[in-house]
């Protein structure tokens, strides 16, 4: 299959080097998001009248939790064999520069670490579970679009063979036919929805149910990555036998508890402020 047009990508994934230090693209998005979810927290803090004082700690809790729970989510769902079936693999566990993060481990990680950050900072800053959640999938929709793009540089997760004009050539891994660049499909849909929530919060925050947020964010984006895993290469072999892939999989307790989240939001109709906002 060929198309009339496409990308000749081969960017290389290393933005510069001075030694033995190699600055990445991926390193480098994937800190950027980290830093505009820091401001953008500190605006929650300026509107709600919160303790801007959580945002270093809630920063590294989040920085920590990413990358372990990413990391152990691609060890466990993608190549639980590899990992866990030598020594060797096993020490690879805690190498996760050598590749291998899986954004859906990443989200539990991050569910579990705000439960803690909430159950030690919560009466102090006049913050909640629920609230941390609402306001960081904001943030994390940002920060996704930002991860994808650091994919896109790196050249990998892409799609299958298209003849759409926007294919991508992704010539670093030896492609010679045009693929979905899949990653900007994503960062696309990550960007999109984290502009709709931030102008939700922004006009209608005082009308919305707490738990709204976070209910979207989880359909929305579990959704979209549900769909777009249609046009995926398999990451792994064993996927090639299955009617959904990992990552559908993956996905579908994500949306189910979003609706589920959206309907109790509803129900309950708590604000979705913060206690301390007059």
Same mark, same amino acid.
């Given at each position: 299959?060929?198309?009339? !047009? ?43 009248? $919160?303790?801007?004082? &959580? ?81 960081? $999938?904001?943030? $994390? ?42 990653? !900007? ?11 709709? &929530? ?6 209608? !925050? ?17 959704? &979209? ?16 036998? &299955? ?8 996905? !579908? ?26």
């Amino acid at each position: 299959m060929t198309a009339v !047009l496409a990308v000749h990508w081969h960017v290389d994934p290393v933005l510069f080097q001075a030694g033995p230090l190699q600055v990445r693209w991926y390193s480098l998005l994937f800190i950027s998001g980290f830093i505009l979810g820091w401001f953008i927290f500190k605006g929650y803090c300026r509107r709600e009248k $919160v303790s801007e004082n &959580m945002l270093d700690p809630l920063l590294y809790t989040l920085l920590i939790a990413t990358i372990v729970g990413a990391r152990l989510g691609h060890c466990l769902f993608y190549q639980p064999d590899y990992y866990l079936g030598s020594w060797k693999g096993f020490w690879e566990i805690f190498m996760p520069w050598k590749g291998g993060l899986a954004s859906h481990g990443g989200a539990i990680a991050i569910i579990l670490a705000m439960w803690w950050f909430a159950s030690k900072y919560g009466k102090k800053y006049g913050i909640d579970f629920m609230w941390l959640l609402d306001h960081l $999938v904001i943030a $994390v929709a940002f920060a996704g679009c930002f991860i994808r793009l650091g994919n896109l540089f790196n050249s990998e997760i892409y799609g299958d063979v298209t003849s759409l004009p926007w294919g991508f050539i992704f010539e670093n891994r030896g492609e010679t036919l045009p693929k979905h660049p899949t990653q !900007l499909y994503e960062a696309l849909s990550y960007l999109i929805l984290g502009l709709v &929530m931030y102008h939700l919060y922004k006009k209608k !925050l005082d009308t919305l149910p707490k738990g709204f947020f976070f209910g979207l964010f989880l359909v929305g984006c579990f959704g &979209m990555r549900f769909l777009i895993e249609f046009i995926k290469e398999p990451q792994v072999g064993f996927e090639e036998s &299955m009617a959904l892939n990992m990552g559908q999989l993956l996905s !579908l307790p994500f949306i189910i508890i979003g609706i589920v989240t959206l309907v109790i939001a509803y129900r309950k109709k708590s604000p979705a402020y913060a206690t301390t906002k007059k």
